[in-house]
């Protein structure tokens, strides 16, 4: 997000679009990393009232989940796969045996499947 701000917004939108075209196949949990809001309002100040309205949105239609919590434990049991950046929750997916897909936010197609960059164990 620091590194591609503005391109890392759209692919935030874009990501969410498809996942909520796919509400009835899969649930989204969204699961911003905590310091991510700290660090857009001093790091790139002039993108927090972007960011702050697509997470509104997101919130605000109510077709997934967010989580603010600081539990990521809770996340890790009722996911059955994990789509986003690398974090510390990757290792703990793969750990698992469940589906990790990496994020590339160069792709922004019009499926799904064509969005995503698996990586196994």
Do not use: C
């Not at 917004?9 to 989204?28: D, G, P």
């Amino acid at each position: 997000l620091i590194k591609q701000s503005d391109r890392m917004l759209e692919k935030i939108k874009n990501v969410l679009q498809i996942f909520k075209e796919s509400q009835n196949e899969v649930v989204l949990l969204w699961r911003p990393h905590p310091l991510v809001k700290a660090t857009i309002k001093s790091m790139r100040p002039a993108l927090w009232t972007e960011y702050k309205l697509i997470e509104e949105k997101y919130r605000n239609e109510g077709w997934g989940i967010f989580d603010e919590s600081s539990d990521m434990n809770r996340a890790l049991a009722i996911s059955n796969a994990y789509y986003g950046d690398n974090s510390s929750l990757v290792r703990l997916f793969l750990n698992t045996g469940r589906l990790v897909m990496i994020q590339n936010v160069e792709i922004m197609n019009d499926t799904l499947t064509e969005r995503l960059d698996i990586v196994g164990n």
